[in-house]
């Protein structure tokens, strides 16, 4: 009896730490995806800051949200900057689509074909994230490593949600 409950603690024990570590390694392979869109955001907003002059506001918008990312911040918060960023992305990249005057330079094309293209892959690396939590909140909920939860401290992990202005469609009207 003894050799079979060591045996159980151990196996549970093992499962749900390699769970975590499997979370851990998707938020870090999130976190290269935010840190590159990081480095583009500043590159795209010049290239088309002077084209754009009376759309100063989304301009502005993407800056002050690439601004508030922090990376030592707890992943739920980081989660919820890097929502607002994207939907600010998306706006940015909705209104340039207006304009076929500034979508047709070659600096601003390949910008925002980059950050469309880090953009798919943090929706895809988000996904990823989200089923690894899920599974990990499973288990730690459901027998047997419920029992033990408890024991080893074992907390539910956050999802990397949307907000809801992320849900909605992003408005590309121009104001003239």
Avoid: C
Avoid at 7 to 28: E, H, P, S
Avoid at 137 to 155: D, E, K, Q
Avoid at 168 to 175: K, N, S, V
């Amino acid at each position: 009896l003894a050799a079979t409950i060591v045996v159980f603690l151990v196996t549970t024990y093992n499962a749900v730490i390699a769970m975590g570590q499997r979370i851990d390694k998707a938020w870090a392979n999130i976190d290269v995806i935010l840190k590159q869109r990081h480095d583009e955001l500043p590159r795209l907003v010049e290239a088309v800051r002077g084209l754009m002059g009376f759309e100063r506001d989304v301009l502005e918008e993407v800056t002050r949200l690439r601004a508030e990312y922090r990376p030592e911040d707890p992943i739920d918060r980081q989660g919820a900057v890097a929502a607002a960023t994207t939907l600010g992305v998306k706006h940015l990249l909705a209104t340039v689509e207006a304009y076929p005057d500034i979508k047709s330079h070659g600096n601003v094309l390949a910008l925002q074909v980059e950050i469309a293209r880090l953009e798919g892959m943090l929706a895809d690396r988000r996904e990823l994230y989200n089923d690894m939590v899920y599974r990990f909140n499973t288990r730690i909920r459901t027998l047997p490593a419920m029992l033990i939860a408890g024991l080893f401290g074992w907390t539910q992990r956050p999802f990397f949600k949307a907000d809801e202005a992320e849900r909605e469609r992003p408005d590309a009207t121009l104001q003239a």
